[in-house]
């Protein structure tokens, strides 16, 4: 067997002395990765502050003091300095935008106050930051606890990428509410491997559901119970859609409750500007640990680094330019608030359609009170079925998951238009079910 590089070597060992649980959850490729400390880019960082008169280390081209670059390009991207644009990011991102990430954790979740976390390391959006979990924490056979309506792309990021087990619950109880026994018993189930991946994504998608306050003590109950039992749990908040909280739901990540919870639970946050700030193509996202332990955060920033070093080197430096910009402009607030009006009126709007009592029984529909999204329950016929003919024959887009699930994604339909968009999925369920 190949032997362990000693950077790795002094990692594991920081993680072993300072939290042997987190040491007990990392993957064999999280055991062996580092990052260099030898290489290129700490060689190029000594010699940015120290090679007064030429400084021949980094790969890009200069012209008068600054990144050579198209004026073609530059035209178009006035507005930014070209060193803000066009040199290397650092491999953990911009300083200045970790920094804004960060403070804006804390404004918008104030229980934040007085939890040890780490500076959020910047990805390239949140599938970038899954992954970076996967590789660090998922090894063949561990289990990846998820609700049975989910994202598809975790059973590419865990089950096909890293050979993980899909363990799945149903996600809502008989009283239509988040149904945290199942989670419970999903996770006690792992009793035998040790070791369990939670991933809690609200707003969910496809349902557009966040629990409330009882659920989410009941969620954090269950994950304690099993670090009780012995199981190493890594936590993962996947906040893709945070903000977008629409009703009573809670208004809060669930990460600042899981920071602390037990010796055994290691709470890794991953968000991004993707979908809070509508800026889906910049892809730019975080990923954040919470542990009481410095020297814990330290070494696991360092794996992180290594696997994006390793992975794309680092994420693109315009678009984290671009909220950076974002995040410091006066503007921002007020611009965001009057787009969050906007999907909170497409929301209603479909609620209100939905409970009009128009459709009849055509349908039931999953419970939705944030995000992007809303699934149909069609009880009488496929979805996929009902798919195709809305496509085929009315030219309307939706997505079928599983037998019985329509989703709709109500943030990219104009308000005034829903009411005819679900008059003709109700069209098309009536004519799919005479057939």
């Not at 419970?184 to 809690?200: N, S, Y």
């Not at 709470?267 to 990923?287: C, L, M, N, Q, S």
């Not at 238009?417 to 057939?435: C, G, M, N, P």
Request: some cysteine; proline content about 5%; charged content about 25%.
């Amino acid at each position: 067997m190949k032997s362990m590089n000693p950077l790795a070597q002094q990692l594991n060992e920081t993680l072993q002395k300072e939290s042997p649980d987190v040491y007990a959850m990392l993957s064999n490729l999280g055991k062996a990765i580092y990052f260099p400390k030898e290489g290129i880019l700490s060689q190029s960082a000594e010699a940015k502050t120290k090679a007064s008169k030429f400084n021949a280390t980094i790969g890009i081209a200069t012209e008068g003091g600054k990144p050579m670059h198209l004026k073609l390009i530059q035209d178009t991207l006035s507005a930014y300095n070209p060193k803000d644009i066009y040199e290397y990011a650092p491999p953990a991102g911009k300083p200045e935008l970790r920094s804004a990430w960060r403070a804006k954790m804390f404004k918008d979740n104030p229980s934040l106050e007085g939890v040890s976390f780490g500076n959020p390391i910047v990805t390239n959006a949140l599938t970038h930051g899954l992954s970076i979990v996967a590789d660090l924490f998922a090894d063949e056979g561990d289990a990846v606890v998820i609700p049975n309506k989910n994202w598809e792309n975790y059973e590419l990021t865990f089950g096909v990428r890293r050979g993980a087990e899909i363990v799945e619950y149903p996600l809502y109880n008989e009283s239509m509410q988040f149904n945290s026994a199942g989670l419970r018993e999903a996770l006690l189930a792992q009793q035998g491997k040790g070791k369990a991946i939670v991933l809690l994504n609200f707003p969910n998608n496809p349902t557009g559901y966040t629990p409330g306050v009882r659920e989410c003590d009941e969620i954090i109950a269950a994950i304690r119970e099993a670090a009780e039992a012995g199981i190493h749990v890594v936590a993962v908040t996947d906040d893709a859609y945070f903000g977008l909280f629409f009703e009573d739901s809670v208004q809060e990540s669930m990460f600042s409750k899981l920071a602390a919870l037990h010796p055994r639970v290691l709470a890794v946050k991953v968000d991004g500007a993707t979908k809070e700030e509508y800026v889906w193509g910049f892809r730019v996202g975080f990923i954040t640990y919470a542990s009481e332990s410095q020297a814990t955060l330290a070494a696991l920033e360092q794996k992180t680094l290594g696997i994006i070093r390793s992975t794309i080197s680092s994420g693109p430096h315009p678009s984290q330019t671009f909220v950076l910009h974002a995040l410091q402009s006066p503007d921002f607030e007020a611009q965001k608030a009057e787009k969050f009006d906007i999907m909170k009126g497409r929301a209603n709007r479909v609620k209100s359609l939905l409970d009009s009592g128009r459709y009849g029984d055509t349908w039931e529909y999953y419970p939705f009170n944030s995000g992007y999204f809303m699934c149909l329950k069609l009880t009488k016929v496929s979805a996929e079925d009902v798919r195709q003919h809305l496509l085929n024959d009315y030219g309307i887009g939706t997505i079928a998951l599983g037998e019985t699930d329509l989703r709709v994604a109500f943030s990219c339909i104009e308000e005034e238009y829903l009411e005819e968009l679900f008059d003709t999925i109700h069209k098309a369920v009536t004519e799919v079910s005479a057939r």
